[in-house]
């Protein structure tokens, strides 16, 4: 994995984290269970590809 891709990786990653937040400090929308799904399985797809596991055992905002 070149920089330029670890970084919009860790941007993702960030993106994720800012939707779990809001998720747990009663900042939710109904859009975001999808955007969170979405954004996991990009995350773990680019993940894999890097041979990383993800980290995050959370598939979805509600299993969080």
Do not use: C, W
């Not at 929308?29 to 980290?55: I, M």
């Amino acid at each position: 994995m070149d920089s330029k891709k670890a970084i919009e990786l860790g941007a993702k990653v960030g993106q994720l984290q800012a939707l779990m937040i809001a998720y747990a400090t009663d900042g939710r929308t109904s859009d975001q269970p999808r955007a969170y799904r979405d954004q996991y399985s990009e995350v773990t797809l680019e993940l894999e590809e890097a041979k990383y596991a993800n980290p995050n055992p959370h598939k979805s905002l509600e299993v969080f």
